[in-house]
């Protein structure tokens, strides 16, 4: 189960963070509270984890699918470049994320 909760906390890591980007340094109020309740259950959850798994792991596992998470919209959806080296850098990431999980 802390596992699945990682996942998602590092997910809701990308919504805080696409979010605080489209916060516009807090004056837009819809994605500032997104931001707020995202980076609380993100945080909630990755506490949650840490109670299971080491701290190395699941804070690099979080950071990791965050991460990628937020490069990934970003080049979907925000228009930024989507060069293949960035794209191999991400699935070197991803990798990583994996070696972890499966050494862990």
């Known amino acids: 189960m802390a596992w699945i909760v990682l996942v998602a906390s590092g997910v809701l890591e990308s ?9 516009q340094g807090f004056t837009r ?5 997104v931001f707020g309740v995202a980076l609380l259950a993100s945080m909630v959850g990755l506490g949650y984890s840490l109670r ?3 701290v190395g792991t699941g804070y690099a596992v979080w950071v990791g699918i965050g991460a990628v998470g937020t490069a990934l919209a970003g080049m979907l959806f925000l228009g930024e ?12 990431v ?3 994320v994996v070696g972890l999980k499966l050494f862990h």
């Open 15 to 23: 919504v805080w963070a696409i979010a605080l980007s489209r916060s």
């Open 81 to 92: 470049s989507h060069s293949v080296l960035r794209i191999l850098s991400l699935l070197l």
């Open 52 to 54: 299971s798994i080491p």
């Open 94 to 96: 991803v990798a990583g």
């Open 29 to 33: 109020l819809t994605p500032s509270v």
